[in-house]
């Protein structure tokens, strides 16, 4: 098959996938794999553990044997006024062969290379949970947009029947024109949210394309029976002890320290001799030419081969001060890299408490923001027959319907809070995994 009907393959089955993806809703599943193909933060984490994965061998290379091969060729002539009294042409092969013996700094400089390839792999890790994170986020903020809109169009239209209602009570002398105006300008209102509500879902999918790469596609709903229970252990203790253990930005931070620690070594064993076996290969051929009108070996030349052998032994006593202030600098780093853990380490417990608290928070939210829901709508429903027996007027009605929608966005926003509590302290503790997406995603309709 001929790369041409390959790429008419590939356009059509592309088409059918984006004209799938416009048909029928995808989940938190479906929007993850799209990121995980797509998203330029998450490929930009992949090369640089790919980048990161070549300290080891960089550092492990320090050790092993180099061999290095060179070669030349020359020709001469020697000449005396324009007459040539000589001429020859020379070859030099050389091939050298070094291992070394004892290089402290460089063994020092393999353990740094290994501690640095595994901080990028924890560091990768961390930004394959913080993907996670990302897309949820934003999957989120979609619906909740998608939510809030649906409840600034259902607010128009309820305020515009009651606008209408006002204007023909007005018309037979059951109502004021001050009705008449307060359910105006509440209309008026409505329609500022509704155009509001509109740019916000714009906004939030365009944030969901530049992770996924295409345009948002229909998104499924989260279902009305998913659960909320407060986090498992309670104890926020037993939170901190998981997440000291197992935070991948911590580790990547002790990690990090750790290859600071065995750079400054490295630097501090620049006094200590360095010793390597040596051993060198040289074969030199020449042949020369005419010489006082003789011809001399025209084909086979002169040869020589050199085989050297030795044992080098090297120490440096005085390089300007540029080994002392090398080390002293590398100690320096060392020391920082030490502080910057221990922030680490301060900051992954500070972000356990707090994602731990408000998973706590957001689990009594949800269910204190669904009573809330019921009680508007009641209230609404007493408003209603308030209005009707004359005992509430207008201005109430407006309110009670106001705060019915404000009830149903504050609900679906306090859903979508907890799931992303719940998701971030799964992260601060080092255990969040696509598992836990698509345990979300199978409570989707």
């Not at 180099?66 to 020709?75: F, K, Q």
């Not at 018309?171 to 509001?196: C, M, N, P």
């Not at 909320?228 to 990547?252: D, F, H, M």
Request: overall charge positive.
């Amino acid at each position: 098959m001929d790369y041409y009907s390959l790429k008419k393959i590939f356009a059509l089955t592309t088409s059918v996938l984006l004209t799938s993806l416009n048909l029928n809703s995808e989940d938190l599943k479906d929007i993850y794999e799209l990121a995980l193909l797509n998203d330029p933060t998450f490929k930009a984490a992949e090369a640089s553990l790919r980048a990161g994965k070549e300290y080891k061998v960089q550092g492990r290379a320090g050790l092993m044997p180099s061999l290095s091969v060179s070669g030349s060729t020359t020709w001469s002539e020697y000449r005396l006024e324009e007459n040539l009294l000589d001429e020859y042409n020379s070859n030099n092969h050389s091939a050298s062969l070094q291992q070394p013996l004892f290089r402290l700094d460089r063994w020092f400089q393999f353990k740094q290379g290994k501690s640095l390839s595994k901080s990028a792999e924890a560091e990768f890790a961390y930004q394959q949970q913080e993907t996670m994170i990302r897309v949820a986020t934003s999957y989120f903020n979609v619906l909740y947009a998608k939510d809030s809109l649906s409840a600034a169009k259902a607010e128009v239209d309820a305020i515009g029947r009651q606008r209408d209602q006002a204007k023909k009570r007005f018309e037979v002398g059951l109502a004021s024109i001050t009705e008449v105006q307060d359910t105006q300008a509440a209309y008026d209102l409505s329609i500022v949210s509704k155009i509001s509500r509109e740019a916000q879902l714009d906004s939030a999918k365009e944030a969901l394309t530049a992770i996924i790469g295409m345009e948002t596609p229909l998104l499924s709903p989260l279902s009305e029976d998913y659960s909320t229970p407060p986090p498992s252990p309670i104890e926020r203790e037993s939170w901190v002890k998981r997440g000291l253990a197992n935070n991948y930005q911590l580790k990547a931070a002790l990690l990090s320290t750790d290859a600071a620690k065995h750079n400054a070594r490295a630097s501090g064993s620049g006094h200590l001799p360095k010793i390597d076996i040596i051993g060198r290969v040289t074969k030199s051929t020449s042949k020369q030419g005419k010489f006082g009108g003789f011809i001399q070996n025209p084909l086979f030349g002169l040869e020589s081969d050199n085989r050297q052998y030795a044992i080098q032994v090297s120490m440096p006593i005085f390089a300007g001060g540029a080994v002392s202030s090398s080390r002293r600098q590398a100690y320096a780093q060392y020391d920082r890299s030490k502080e910057q853990a221990l922030i680490a380490e301060r900051s992954v417990i500070r972000e356990i408490r707090s994602n731990h608290f408000n998973v706590q928070t957001q689990s009594a939210n949800v269910k204190a923001r669904k009573q809330a829901l019921t009680s508007a709508n009641s209230a609404l429903e007493a408003t209603k027959i308030g209005y009707e027996v004359g005992t509430r007027n207008v201005v109430d009605l407006l309110q009670a319907e106001r705060g019915l929608y404000a009830a149903q966005r504050d609900y679906a926003k306090s859903r979508y809070d907890y799931i992303i509590s719940l998701l971030r302290l799964n992260l601060s503790v080092g255990s969040l995994s696509p598992e836990d997406l698509y345990k979300v995603s199978s409570q989707m309709d």
